[in-house]
């Protein structure tokens, strides 16, 4: 699969704040796909996009898959102390049937 | 309760060793997926299989093997031939293997050497 451009690389947060990342390729997707991950365990699915402009939430999570089919982003409301961790987007190209995925977005609390 | 269970959690390997990861799944998913985890990267797919007797070779599969003779298992052996094979292993199902499909994921092993 190929590498996706996701930023920012690292993201501090102060509880309450609204944070957004978000998920950039080179070649059409199909499917953009949100996960998050705490330390020493598994992604965990968030949210999952099949169309352009599809505008989806979880809860005070709100994901969008672009309109040039090229990118996606991810949003997070009010934010609270166990919203940090790792979060991935991942994705499939229209010419790779495989799941594509990005560096990861690490949030850290504030202090 | 249906999921992936991935064992050990924690995993040393010594020179010249092999290791080999379980992964089990009770999701009746067909496909299974192995992949690699290292600090400040995004997953890298080790081995893939789509159907019981058949898997693929991802993008870093040099130095490992993996078999799937049970729909519910797929073990990923790290061979003496993996020079680096210090990283979080997590194995993954999807219902098929199909474009659209979502992975769902275990828990993950560490795997350090000795």
């Known amino acids: 699969g190929q590498q996706l451009n996701q930023s920012p690389q690292s993201m501090f947060i102060q509880e309450g704040e609204d944070v957004s990342m978000n998920c950039t390729s080179s070649?059409?997707?199909?499917?953009w796909l949100w996960y998050k991950q705490d330390p020493g365990e598994g992604p965990v699915l968030l949210i999952a996009l099949y169309k352009a402009g599809e505008l989806t939430s979880n809860g005070r999570l709100t994901a969008q898959f672009g309109i040039t089919r090229k990118d996606s982003f991810l949003n997070i409301s009010a934010s609270i102390p166990s919203d940090v961790g790792i979060y991935f987007c991942a994705g499939h190209s229209s010419n790779d049937y495989k799941l594509s995925f990005g560096a990861g977005t690490t949030v850290t609390v504030r202090a | 309760d249906g999921g992936i269970t991935q064992s050990p959690k924690y995993l040393f390997r010594k020179e010249g060793q092999n290791v080999t990861l379980s992964c089990e799944q009770n999701l009746n998913h067909d496909a299974m997926y192995w992949y690699r985890q290292d600090p400040g990267q995004g997953l890298r797919l080790i081995y893939y299989?789509?159907?019981?007797?058949?898997?693929q070779k991802g993008d870093i599969a040099e130095g490992y093997s993996v078999s799937r003779e049970k729909k519910e298992s797929f073990p990923l052996t790290v061979t003496s031939a993996q020079k680096n094979p210090t990283a979080f292993y997590l194995c993954?199902?999807?219902?098929?293997?199909?474009?659209?499909?979502?992975?769902?994921f275990g828990s993950g092993t560490q795997l350090s050497v000795l």
């Open positions: 299989s789509q159907i019981v007797n058949d898997f």
């Open positions: 070649s059409i997707f199909n499917t």
């Open positions: 993954a199902s999807s219902i098929s293997g199909t474009r659209t499909e979502k992975l769902f």
